[in-house]
């Protein structure tokens, strides 16, 4: 239907006030349909405000856990301190300090106070890394060689900006000669800034500056994998069953009702079916990726249930009824026809339960991935961490560092799902393409 212009208004006589309310109810309509895409406009334009806001705080936030600083320094693998057979008991971090002092000509006291300051500007690493050339090459005994060893945490954020030496003395972690003595290294250009590849090669660890996401990677995706293929084919087959074979009674009725609840229903509340489940009663191991991605494939069952029902609603009718009367059978029909069209569908709302399962942090907490679980997993029945969870852990560290790598995982988590969600692009273009 039109909307009439006064041109097309005959009579045997002009209608003034008919052609008056006509024109004011043209422009009431018109200003309604432009206020409506003005609405249409603002909330796109506040949800892209709002969304910049979230990113820029977090890459704010975050961009620093991306580099990080390493100290150069000469050590005296002296024989009389260090142990052949054990060099892991060795206390290379003390001798490191002792001797970078000495290098300056700085006096120690007899408590050792100023080593002891010395030594908290170097990562724990330092014994680690020392240990493990002198276990490799004992000839070093007796000789000098360069360490490079990451910095300590509070070092690490001073150089880049996080600590200031404005800040009273008594309220940062660092003291005012520790600082002087990170400026000297500094302008001897022994201190140099690279790309943190520690935070994507290693797991979590109780130092901020050796603390990885590669743990909670690989568990995420471990998870994901066990949720993918439990929820799934359960999902797509339940969908096709109820929306193609089952009868249409009030036993189904009962079903798609309940179907439409669970979707909503909390996420935690599943944590809790899953411990009481899957670790109380099962006796599945706690934390592991086996019983997160059991509980994370109820979750997403519901959802991948109404979607993949939907994709179905959408194939034509006509497409049934001409598979039906060319000899077709229901199941030739619904498997040869219907679902190759409805696909590209059902795969969007498969990965996209994928991706929201990702993120649910609650009901991971409840089933035991809260703890501290340094090292990457490399089974399904190991305790794992994920990057949910992880986050949860790294933001109520006590740890000033760690906040920095709480906003870069979670844009490790934002790129994750952001491939998961591109790749379900693709998929459904493939499949649109094809069909």
Do not use: C
Not at 30 to 58: D, S
Not at 393 to 404: G, K, L, Q
């Amino acid at each position: 239907m039109t909307d009439a212009t006064p041109d097309q208004i005959t009579g045997g006589a002009a209608d003034t006030d008919r052609l008056a309310r006509l024109r004011a109810g043209l422009k009431r309509r018109h200003a309604r349909e432009t206020r409506f895409k003005w609405y249409g406009r603002l909330a796109i334009g506040a949800a892209m405000v709002f969304l910049a806001i979230l990113l820029i705080r977090i890459v704010e936030q975050g961009h620093t856990a991306f580099y990080t600083h390493t100290v150069t320094i000469p050590v005296y693998m002296d024989p009389a301190r260090i142990d052949r057979a054990y060099p892991q008991g060795s206390n290379f971090e003390q001798l490191a300090a002792e001797q970078e002092l000495a290098r300056w000509g700085i006096a120690d006291d007899a408590a050792g106070t100023k080593a002891a300051q010395m030594k908290r500007l170097f990562s724990s690493e330092l014994k680690f890394t020392a240990a493990a050339l002198v276990a490799k090459r004992s000839d070093v005994i007796g000789q000098t060689v360069p360490l490079a060893v990451p910095l300590s945490d509070d070092a690490d954020l001073f150089l880049k900006g996080e600590i200031s030496k404005a800040t009273p003395e008594d309220q940062r972690r660092l003291t005012d000669q520790q600082i002087a003595w990170l400026e000297r290294m500094k302008a001897e250009g022994v201190i140099g800034a690279h790309f943190n590849t520690t935070l994507f090669t290693k797991g979590d660890s109780t130092q901020p500056e050796m603390a990885g996401v590669l743990g909670a990677v690989v568990g995420s995706a471990l998870m994901l994998l066990v949720t993918a293929l439990i929820a799934i084919p359960l999902g797509v087959g339940a969908a096709i069953w109820l929306e193609e074979f089952a009868p249409k009674n009030r036993l189904t009725d009962i079903i798609e009702v309940n179907i439409n609840n669970l979707a909503a229903v909390p996420s935690i509340v599943y944590g809790l079916l899953g411990l009481a489940l899957f670790i109380n009663w099962m006796h599945l191991p706690r934390a592991s990726p086996i019983v997160g991605g059991l509980v994370l494939a109820l979750m997403a069952l519901p959802t991948l249930v109404i979607a993949t029902r939907s994709s179905l609603k959408a194939v034509p009718p006509s497409i049934r009824e001409a598979a039906l009367a060319m000899g077709a059978s229901k199941t030739q029909t619904v498997f040869s026809h219907v679902l190759p069209l409805a696909m590209p569908g059902v795969m969007t709302g498969a990965i996209i339960s994928m991706a929201h399962a990702l993120g649910e942090t609650a009901p991971l907490l409840l089933i035991g991935m809260v703890s501290f679980v340094p090292g990457v997993p490399h089974a399904i029945d190991q305790p794992v961490g994920a990057l949910p969870s992880l986050i949860y852990i790294w933001e109520n560290a006590s740890e000033r560092a760690f906040h920095e790598r709480t906003a870069a995982a979670i844009i490790v988590l934002l790129v994750f799902m952001i491939i998961m969600n591109a790749a379900a692009i693709i998929l459904r273009r493939r499949f649109e393409r094809r069909w």
